[in-house]
């Protein structure tokens, strides 16, 4: 299965299609800057919590189970304005379930 992170996005997306590779390398630029301060995000990602719950609502689709998973956390947590956050969990979620399961590409 091929990763198509562009299926779902928490940023504009007239920007997002009109800019696809400005946005990505701003996106990227973004999420490194938030990754190197742990403080910037407002999440703490409990693997065992999410590998469970991709194993029984994921059915193989990382990029939709990933942008679920971001969107509920953020609405449960009143940060549904925080479209950083929710982009930097979505790819955080993307990365971690590659990693930590087998034939997902």
Not at 62 to 87: I, P, R, T
Request: hydrophobic residues 40%; negative net charge.
């Amino acid at each position: 299965m091929k990763i198509d992170r562009s299926r779902f996005c928490f940023q504009e997306v007239e920007e997002a299609q009109k800019n696809k590779s400005t946005l990505n390398t701003l996106l990227q630029g973004i999420n490194a800057i938030m990754e190197s301060i742990v403080e910037a995000k407002p999440y703490v990602l409990d693997w065992d919590h999410v590998l469970s719950e991709y194993d029984q609502l994921g059915m193989g689709d990382v990029c939709e189970f990933a942008a679920s998973y971001s969107f509920g956390w953020h609405a449960m947590n009143l940060k549904l304005k925080d479209n950083a956050s929710k982009q930097s969990m979505y790819n955080d979620i993307i990365d971690g379930i590659i990693q930590k399961r087998q034939n997902i590409k």
